[in-house]
T-cell receptor, first 113, second 110 residues
Framework: DVKVTQSSRYLVKRTGEKVFLECVQDMDHENMFWYRQDPGLGLRLIYFSYDVKMKEKGDIPEGYSVSREKKERFSLILESASTNQTSMYLC????????????FGDGTRLSIL | KQEVTQIPAALSVPEGENLVLNCSFTDSAIYNLQWFRQDPGKGLTSLLLIQSSQREQTSGRLNASLDKSSGRSTLYIAASQPGDSATYLCAVRPVDQFYFGTGTSLTVIP
């Protein structure tokens, strides 16, 4: 089975801090994704990556950056955390083939105080 | 831009009832459609994946159909159980990105 692991289930940080969310997948997938999920808004794509050191902006990239130095790891960075970034963050991966499914981690509930 | 809609937003049914969840999308140029289940505070668990060339997929008590030309998919759950209570989301894949609906929150009453 595909395993997508997010480093923290719950995280509490302060306004202005630099925050790192880590995601690791074990299936050699080319594509990796970061979403945030908010009530009433559904899942919104922040960034995705289709290869090492490659990244593409999603629908809401402002205030975020990403890093993909190794194929299995995709990091989301909040450069200077703000309260409106309090949310559930979900990482996912998929194989490059367009007919392949997407697999999700358990999510990180991030609170910015 | 692809838009995905799920109706109803919430549904409550007695145990044992058969039910249908709906998903519609605006652009029929998709490779596949995926149904997920999400329990409170958790990530998404994949239930079924339907390729654009397929009409339906089945897994146990679940059956998903796809009518690409009309931009619709349904998830049929037979003989519902309290353990089926969760939020169900659909997602379509045009190329590399996935577009999600906002989900249907299902409650099955014992």
């Amino acid at each position: 089975d595909v395993k997508v692991t997010q480093s923290s289930r719950y995280l509490v940080k302060r306004t202005g801090e630099k925050v790192f969310l880590e995601c690791v997948q074990d299936m050699d997938h080319e594509n990796m994704f970061w979403y945030r999920q908010d009530p009433g808004l559904g899942l919104r794509l922040i960034y995705f990556s289709y290869d090492v050191k490659m990244k593409e902006k999603g629908d809401i990239p402002e205030g975020y950056s990403v890093s993909r130095e190794k194929k299995e790891r995709f990091s989301l960075i909040l450069e200077s955390a703000s309260t409106n970034q309090t949310s559930m963050y979900l990482c996912a991966s998929s194989s490059r083939g367009p007919r392949e499914p997407q697999h999700f981690g358990d999510g990180t509930r991030l609170s910015i105080l | 831009k692809q838009e995905v809609t799920q109706i109803p937003a919430a549904l409550s049914v007695p145990e044992g009832e058969n039910l249908v969840l709906n998903c519609s999308f605006t652009d029929s140029a998709i490779y596949n459609l995926q149904w997920f289940r999400q329990d409170p505070g958790k990530g998404l668990t994949s239930l079924l994946l339907i390729q654009s060339s397929q009409r339906e997929q089945t897994s146990g008590r679940l059956n998903a159909s796809l009518d690409k030309s009309s931009g619709r998919s349904t998830l049929y759950i037979a003989a519902s159980q309290p353990g089926d209570s969760a939020t169900y989301l659909c997602a379509v894949r045009p190329v590399d990105q996935f577009y999600f609906g906002t989900g249907t929150s299902l409650t099955v009453i014992p």
